[in-house]
């Protein structure tokens, strides 16, 4: 028993990395999955339903703890559009968001191999409709999670994310005692909540 109990000792200690070293950087595999949204707009709705999420990403750590990311993510999924009677309009309703983003991340050293992190990103949005055609539109996200560091150069990260993408989808006109009627673009925006992980190859120059 009490060699056991050295061993995890020894196992522990060797794991007990913690700051994540200035000019290092990461190859991130990631892997969730996004829970469902509904939009509205002008009687009609359209669902973006529950699906899985898959990307990669590239991150350099420019301090000790922070760092900036590139990363790509895509998730097939279904988006079935409604007519304000409740009908739903398009029989084909296979889509796929797509998002290209730069984030930045700072991580919370614990003194252990446990890393806390908070990041923010912004980037573009791919959208692929069920029709076919596809729409580029701004988008965002925030996340929140653990980095779980190794005595290899493999850590696994869990978290947690919210992303959205806004698209302009016409105007709206408002009485101005001044200058009469006056026009605003409408937006329409996702907001898809996530929970994810992700695999980090670490490497330092």
């Known amino acids: 028993m009490k060699q056991y109990s050295l061993l995890l000792v020894v196992f522990l200690s060797a794991i007990g990395m913690q700051a994540q070293d200035a000019g290092s950087f990461s190859l991130n595999l990631y892997g969730g999955y996004n829970f469902s949204d509904k939009l509205e707009y002008d009687g009609y709705s359209a ?11 590239f991150e350099y750590f420019f301090s000790t703890n922070n760092s900036v990311e590139l990363k790509y993510l895509r998730s097939d999924v279904k988006i079935p559009l ?15 968001f797509n998002f290209i983003l730069a984030d930045f991340t700072h991580y919370f050293d614990t003194g252990s191999n446990l890393l806390p992190y908070l990041g923010a990103g912004a980037g ?22 653990v980095k779980i560091k190794t005595a290899s150069s493999v850590s696994v990260n869990i978290n947690a994310y919210l992303q959205s993408m806004s698209a302009a989808v016409g105007e709206s006109y408002y009485w101005s005692y001044w200058v009469g009627p006056v026009a605003f673009e ?8 996530g929970l994810g992980a992700v695999v980090s190859f670490n490497f330092k120059n």
């Open 47 to 57: 669902t973006i339903e529950d699906g899985f999420q898959y990307g990669a990403g």
């Open 186 to 193: 409408d937006y329409i925006s996702t907001y898809q909540f």
């Open 124 to 145: 573009v949005g791919i959208v692929e409709s069920p029709q076919g055609g596809s729409g580029t539109y701004f988008a965002w996200d925030v996340k929140g999670g």
């Open 82 to 96: 409604y007519n304000p009677s409740g009908a739903q309009i398009n029989t084909n309703d296979k889509g796929a």
